[in-house]
């Protein structure tokens, strides 16, 4: 059996539901730089967390780092 999609009204930020919990996934995307097909750099472009909303899980991606404070 499963859950109905988790809905935030986005339209309004003070009628979301708020979160209680942030886990970092460990789950990132890179960024790679090539030339002449050599690798010269790579950087982290962003990460996945997930944000405890009631008794479900919210996938967040974020160029930033998120915080508990982070609403």
Do not use: W
């Not at 999609?5 to 960024?31: F, H, K, W």
Request: charge should be neutral.
């Amino acid at each position: 059996m499963h859950s109905p999609p988790l809905r935030l009204d986005c339209s309004d930020p003070n009628s979301a539901e708020s979160y209680s919990r942030v886990v970092d996934t460990g789950l990132q995307e890179i960024e790679v730089e090539i030339r002449k097909g050599v690798e010269e750099n790579r950087k982290v472009s962003c990460g996945y967390s997930a944000l405890l909303v009631g008794d479900r899980y919210l996938m967040v991606k974020s160029s930033k780092p998120i915080s508990n404070n982070f609403r």
